[in-house]
């Protein structure tokens, strides 16, 4: 099977550019999210990579989030190991000490909202077909406390609240609004722009900047990372229930009638 991440490394610069490639829509399935993790790990420790940036090589989508596939019908050893990859992706990025921002080109539900909450700056391309938001109730399961304090981190408290209750999926005007990304350009500028940025960010000396970055967020990783294995548990327990399997199963039906 060809890879599903490439990855570009321009030594002069020092910023490496992520290409999601995963048809049809970059879903984070175990294989994706073990690929994902060993470049972002390569990367991290090479002392010459002091940035990077993540996009979508698919048209349309940035990720559809979590591969719902790896959900549905499997077993709870299965489930355990799906959901260690989710939280290793989730530690990985959000304590990255490179700069890490997000060229949103295309729609970003749930999991791929999630890896953009992770990146230190969000760019989404001004197209008001995509959407993005954390929309898990929509599918009648719970976003994990973490995929929450990334949000709340992020567009406050208040805000959160009412978008993961409702599940909310937001259009790009609608996501710059409450901070959920912080800038949009027109589609065909959303890396050139990512670029821009990474240039600024990368002036400020990194030491003073990553001591910043973990600063703001150890409290929250460190929730995760002291509950790890509790919060597998609880995973796998709520996913592998009748009533929430009869959940993901009607979403299923719904994503495929839409589409005929
Ligand atoms: N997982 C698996 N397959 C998917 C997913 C997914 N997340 N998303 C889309 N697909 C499939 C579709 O079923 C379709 O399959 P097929 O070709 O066999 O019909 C194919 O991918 C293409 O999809 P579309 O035709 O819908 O493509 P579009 O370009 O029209 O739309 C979207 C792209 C906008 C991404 C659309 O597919 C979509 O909305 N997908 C669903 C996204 C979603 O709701 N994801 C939520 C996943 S849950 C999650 O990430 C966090 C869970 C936290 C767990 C907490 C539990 C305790």
Redesign the pocket.
């Known amino acids: 099977t060809p890879p599903k991440i490439s990855v570009d490394f321009d030594q002069s610069t020092g910023v490496a550019v992520m290409y999601m490639q995963s048809p049809?829509?970059n879903?984070?399935s175990l294989d994706f999210l073990t690929e994902f993790c060993i470049n972002v790990e390569k990367l991290e420790m090479d002392k010459s990579c002091r940035g990077l940036i993540i996009t979508s090589g698919q048209p349309?989508?940035f990720?559809?989030?979590?591969?719902?596939?790896?959900?549905y019908g499997k077993s709870p050893e299965r489930c355990g190991e799906f959901w260690k990859a989710?939280q290793d992706m989730w530690l990985k990025l959000y304590s990255s000490n490179m700069v890490t921002i997000a060229a949103i080109n295309?729609?970003s539900?749930?999991?791929?909202c999630?890896m953009s909450l992770t990146c230190d700056y969000r760019i989404m391309a001004d197209n008001p077909r995509y959407?993005i938001g954390?929309?898990?109730t929509?599918?009648g399961?719970?976003?994990?406390f973490w995929?929450k304090d990334t949000m709340t981190n992020t567009v406050g408290h208040r805000t959160t609240e009412i978008s993961l209750e409702l599940g909310l999926l937001y259009s790009p005007s609608e996501a710059l609004k409450i901070g959920l990304v912080d800038q949009l350009v027109p589609e065909d500028q959303v890396l050139a722009t990512a670029t821009q940025n990474m240039s600024k960010w990368l002036t400020v000396p990194d030491h003073a900047r990553q001591i910043t970055k973990s600063m703001m967020r150890k409290p929250t990783i460190d929730k995760l990372t002291s509950n790890r294995e509790a919060d597998v548990q609880?995973?796998v327990s709520?996913?592998t229930k009748d009533s929430?399997q009869k959940s993901l199963r009607m979403?299923?039906e719904m994503?495929?009638k839409?589409?005929g």
């Open positions: 049809p829509v879903s984070l349309k989508v990720s559809a989030g979590l591969d719902i596939m790896e959900m989710v295309g729609s539900p749930a999991g791929g999630l959407s954390l929309n898990e929509q599918l399961i719970v976003a994990p995929f609880n995973f709520f996913i929430i979403y299923l994503l495929k839409k589409r």
